[in-house]
């Protein structure tokens, strides 16, 4: 059972045809290269508005920061709605069990 199968299964669909199970899986194979793709597209458009006095360092860095609105923006595109909360922490132990803090 490889991980279409799993995941089809869980959801409830059974299909003794492999073929349609393959064709599922190149679909969702393409469809998340895609999302992947566009949410660099907007990432590399943002991150080269942020820096445009900074051009040495920009240089010298080229590490790109995916963010979750790089991603949303690449989804919205295809008609799935990402709704996420913004996290504020005001130390990095925020929100962690209180005996489990280090400060």
């Not at 920009?58 to 295809?78: A, I, V």
């Not at 130390?91 to 400060?103: F, K, M, Q, Y």
Request: hydrophobic share 35%.
């Amino acid at each position: 059972m490889n991980w279409c199968e799993h995941y089809l299964g869980k959801s409830g669909f059974q299909c003794p045809d492999v073929r349609l199970i393959r064709l599922v899986a190149v679909a969702t194979q393409k469809f998340i290269a895609d999302v992947a793709t566009d949410a660099l597209q907007h990432c590399k458009a943002r991150q080269s508005t942020i820096v445009k006095d900074k051009r040495d360092k920009q240089q010298k860095d080229k590490r790109l920061t995916l963010t979750m609105d790089d991603l949303s923006k690449s989804l919205r595109e295809y008609g799935v709605n990402v709704k996420h909360q913004d996290y504020f922490a005001d130390s990095p132990s925020a929100g962690l069990d209180p005996a489990s803090r280090e400060e």
